[in-house]
């Protein structure tokens, strides 16, 4: 089949970027060297712009996964025309349709299925989406937000006015204009492309299937520590409408972080998360078939599998009535249960029910580890 035309603007802004980020810059570095104010500052405008992306693009803009006022929305909008990643409108309504259609090579904007630079950067450099370039159906949301159709509106205009504007201000200020435009304008967007399109191509390539195997997306741990959050990405794509993606509190997720702590001054609110049952069953599901898997390699097979699903029923079983004890118990701390129901019945039954669990997922890790 026939490859449609370049996209000569993309291609030359994607090169151009890159070459000077990989040759002039260095070479910068050797004859000249960068001073901790310029290393410093090009830090921040790469968290400013990687994180407008997570934060507002991706999970307020994208997925609604809570809600954000004007301030934090016009910050977030500013750092993504800084990202260079398109408008707000058009990012999201790309988003959806991947999510949508996931790993469907003919609808999915940047499938994984079509391979690492395809899903990487490839897709950005030929009309592959041109039918359906200005169709915004699927973001009406969106259109109702005036921050993200002020930004769609004057996109070119704000991209030039601080990828220039910032890195020359800043030499200005601190009296080196080029050290700054090579260091703030050109490593940070090449960085920042770059880190962002990971998601797209080794975030569905690289990692674990921790939570479902229905697409190609992956949890990877490394890849969240360049992303702000973003590699827990097997969980993203199945909780798509949760506003964490790392849920641990181990698992690094500065996006997360960063939502919760402005929810605390009302600057966010309404924080979208998965009920926890829902998130155990779908991780207890996926050991138990990846354990089914490795299971057919054995010659008592079927006695392993059916020993197996045993298992499995009654850890189900267990976990529906232990989240929603706890889920008595959390209204009732809140006052919302009827006075019939005796407190210290609740609170006793969900201790009970918590050893009891833990004892059986203790069990049922070691049973599934045999196998994978
Ligand atoms: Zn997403
Ligand atoms: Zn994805």
């Not at 790309?94 to 950067?121: C, E, L, M, T």
């Not at 080029?178 to 880190?195: M, W, Y």
């Not at 390539?205 to 520590?225: C, E, M, P, S």
């Not at 990846?290 to 299971?295: E, H, R």
């Amino acid at each position: 089949m026939k490859k449609p035309p370049l996209i000569w603007l993309n291609v030359g802004v994607f090169l151009i970027t890159f070459l000077v980020a990989a040759i002039a810059v260095p070479y910068r570095a050797i004859t000249h060297g960068f001073d901790s104010f310029e290393i410093i500052a090009a830090l921040i405008c790469f968290c400013y712009c990687g994180m407008s992306i997570t934060t507002g693009y991706h999970r307020l803009w994208s997925h609604r996964t809570y809600q954000a006022n004007a301030t934090i929305r016009f910050i977030c909008a500013i750092g993504g025309a800084f990202a260079l990643q398109n408008s707000i409108l058009h990012w999201s309504s790309d988003h959806r349709i991947h999510h949508k259609h996931v790993d469907k090579n003919d609808v999915d904007p940047y499938s994984a299925k079509q391979g690492f630079w395809y899903s990487h950067i490839g897709w950005m450099l030929r009309e592959y989406q041109a039918t359906r370039y200005y169709d915004y159906s699927n973001v009406r949301d969106l259109q109702k937000d005036k921050i993200v159709m002020w930004q769609h509106k004057h996109y070119l205009a704000l991209t030039l006015a601080t990828n220039f504007g910032i890195p020359i201000g800043l030499g200005l200020i601190h009296g080196d204009v080029i050290s700054s435009i090579l260091l703030i304008g050109f490593l940070r967007l090449v960085l920042s492309h770059h880190t962002t399109f990971f998601i797209n191509s080794l975030a569905h390539i690289w990692g674990k299937q921790t939570y479902t195997d229905k697409n190609t997306a992956r949890d990877n741990g490394v890849l969240a520590f360049f992303t702000f959050g973003e590699g827990y990405h097997n969980f993203h794509h199945i909780f798509e409408n949760d506003y964490r993606n790392g849920i641990r509190w181990w698992q690094f997720d500065p996006t997360k972080w960063l939502i919760k702590f402005c929810s605390y001054f009302n600057w966010t609110y309404k924080l979208k998360t998965t009920p926890e049952d829902k998130i155990a069953k779908a991780k207890a599901h996926m050991q138990l078939v990846k354990s089914k898997q490795k299971l057919t390699l054995y010659p008592n097979a079927e006695e392993l599998m059916n020993k197996l699903e045993h298992q499995y029923d009654l850890l189900m079983a267990q976990m529906t009535e232990y989240y929603s004890v706890k889920k008595q118990l959390i209204a009732q701390k809140k006052g919302e249960l009827s006075e019939s129901v005796e407190a210290s019945t609740v609170v006793n039954r969900y201790k009970t029910l918590k050893v009891e669990l833990e004892q059986h997922l203790k069990h049922w890790h070691s049973l599934t580890a045999q196998y994978a």
